[in-house]
């Protein structure tokens, strides 16, 4: 998906940066909200999103925050992190955003996400 | 003093009673005035909630877990109740400060532009309603006293369920609609119902007098108003002798002609004081039902069962039974599609079994086992093409196949179609059903472009209008020809006036709420068919 990056920056406790394209059809909405979640709750680093480098920023970690900030269906989600593993929170993040949320592609899904 | 409040009547009837407001969350508590200990109820009762929904989820199927898992999510992120915390350090009361933070956060979800995220605030009363009710120490009901007036904003249909209504009362709804799974309860049931009085349910207190008919409620009733309330209940009271002997009796035309009656059933708990001997079997069990039990999608075996009851309530009598029909007003969450932008054209009834076979398929399976047990017949709702039909039928012949190789007892129920989108009344004599059912209330909408929870173009749905009796004409003709069984089990098919028109279309069965039988067959006794006016048949 070329409307992703990820960005990389090496230096010791930096803050990483990258963003995504939400393609799934529901938008940041609860099951995926709750994956997101689940998946910042895996690092130790501090993650944040926003709709704009700029922010506002929110908490990654907090379903109530992800489902306040209401985000839909062809939105680019900012991320940025900052921690000893912020590096591989954000590859796993924007990675999560890139596949529209789906943890098995092959499965044909009874469920709208959500 | 009087006030008179008006909205829109959802089931007819009188009632007069003292008001009794029902908050959505319910019970009272008494605050313990520290802080500190209101701060540890909350804490307890927010962990008492979560353990409730890990029980829940359990017990639940996959798909409804995933459901129950993101409250789990909101429920376990401290954020949520920070609201809460701050205004219990300021003074307020733990029930008090919980109710005011998540109607804030219902807020936000309901003021959303997204269909789809409006939807999640059901998810956002649920957990609202489950932890207020470990603070109120009431996780059991407050009893509804007898012939209580309920005034509620909405209310949910367990919660009806709930209420003990044979000795009279009546529902106000500040808010709902006439179309509501409550409201079609309370129409059953025979329970006045008025919806979207759009006054404050706090204002809603006293006496008072509902008049159902006429949407009208009456608090703090003068003299006037009383006298004529005694005058119209005398009537309607005669009326009710009349229609509760008239109910036991067959159903009759002046010129004898014998009118089948069936009922429409929305629960099976609505059949627990019903004789059987009102009529000549169940022209339409709602299944949707079993599906909104949170915790999720039923089973084979909870469908089997709860199928079994029924058509052992029956007796020998013919059950018909109609596949899941949700989608268009019905949504369940999680089953549904989402984001429709009309979903009354969207994927409903049948389209949407269709696609979920794996659901279709439980319910098909509970159906031919239940099949054994009586006279079942199975009917799909929104069918539009013959060859959905077709499909239909190699699945549920599929099942039986299965069941039968497996030694699990099951039968070929008949199957039939629902008569509700105007294609499949146009081309009738295409479809190669054992039956067919005419949904009128679908079947008007459609045919006349005029949705029946529009209140300004209500007019225009008119299920006894000429292009509706032309089409039922039509349909019942086609039936005649293929020597299949016809009914109709819309709200038309109970509705006194409509009645006349019905028969003089050459309907012979109609499937109507219980509490409408009686009405319903005085209707028909004075019918005579010789001097009815046929409906004029299709033009050739």
Known sequence: ????????????????????????????????????????????????????????????????????????????????????????????????????????????SQLPQG | MEKRFAGRSAA????????????????????????????????????????????????????????????????????????????????????????????????????????????????????????????????????????AIVAAVDLAPSRFLAIDWSRGGALVLTAGSTTSHVAMLARSRGVPAIVGLGVDVDELSGLALVDAHRGVLIVNPG????????????????????????????????????????????????????????????????????????QGLPDEEQQYSTYRRIVEWAHDRPVTIRTLD????????????????????????LRLSLAQPDVFRTQLRALARAAMHGNVKIML????????????????DAEIAALTAAGIPARRASLGIMIEVPAAAIAADQFDAEFFSIGSNDLTQYVAAAGRDIGAVADLADP?????????RYVVNAARAQHIDVSLCGDAGGDARAIPLLLGAGLRTLSMAPALVGNAKLAIAAVDLRSVMESEPWPT
């Not at chain 2, 929104?382 to 060859?387: A, E, G, L, N």
Request: aromatic share 4%.
């Open chain 1, 1 to 108: 998906m070329t409307t992703s990056r990820y960005d990389p920056v090496p230096k010791n406790n930096a803050m990483h940066t990258g963003s995504a394209l939400l393609t799934n059809d529901v938008g940041l909405h609860a099951r995926p909200s709750v994956k997101l979640t689940q998946l910042a709750k895996r690092f130790g680093a501090h993650i944040e999103f926003a709709r704009a480098t700029t922010g506002p920023w929110v908490d990654a970690k907090s379903p109530v925050k992800v489902m306040r900030f209401k985000a839909t269906k062809g939105e680019t989600l900012h991320f940025r992190a900052r921690g000893s593993d912020a590096a591989e929170a954000l590859a796993a993040i924007v990675s999560l955003v890139e596949r529209g949320f789906a943890t098995e592609p092959e499965r044909t």
């Open chain 2, 12 to 147: 007819p009837g009188l009632a007069l009673g003292a008001l009794f407001p029902i908050a959505n969350g319910t019970g009272t508590r008494v605050a313990s005035g520290a802080a500190e200990s209101e701060a540890e109820a909350l804490r307890s009762a927010l962990s008492a909630a979560l353990s409730d929904l890990s029980a829940l989820i359990e017990r639940s199927t996959e798909d409804a877990a995933a459901i129950l898992e993101f409250q789990v999510a909101l429920l376990e992120d401290d954020v949520l109740a920070e609201p809460a915390h701050a205004a219990i350090a300021a003074g307020s009361a733990a029930d008090q400060a919980w109710l005011q933070a998540l109607q804030q956060e219902i807020a936000g979800y309901e003021t959303s532009d997204d269909e789809y995220f409006r939807a999640r605030a059901a998810d956002l009363y649920d957990i609202r309603d489950r932890v207020l009710a470990h603070l109120t120490g009431s996780a059991t009901e407050t009893a509804v006293p007898a012939g």
């Open chain 2, 223 to 294: 003299p006037a108003a009383r006298v004529q309330f005694e005058r119209d209940a005398e009537t309607a009271a005669t009326a009710r002798t009349l229609a509760t002997a008239a109910a036991m009796k067959p159903a009759v035309t002046a010129d004898g002609t014998t009118i089948r009656i069936v009922l429409n059933i929305a629960d099976p708990r609505e059949l627990s004081d019903l004789d059987p001997a009102i009529c000549d079997g169940i022209g339409l069990v709602r299944t949707e039902f079993l599906f909104h039990n949170q």
């Open chain 2, 326 to 349: 949700a989608g268009g007003d019905k949504p369940i969450p999680g089953l549904t599609p989402t984001g429709e932008s009309n979903p009354f054209l969207g994927v409903r009834g």
């Open chain 2, 381 to 396: 709702p929104m069918v539009t093409h013959p060859r959905e039909l077709a499909i239909a039928r190699s699945m549920l």
């Open chain 2, 464 to 472: 006894t209008q000429p292009a509706m009796l032309r089409l039922l």
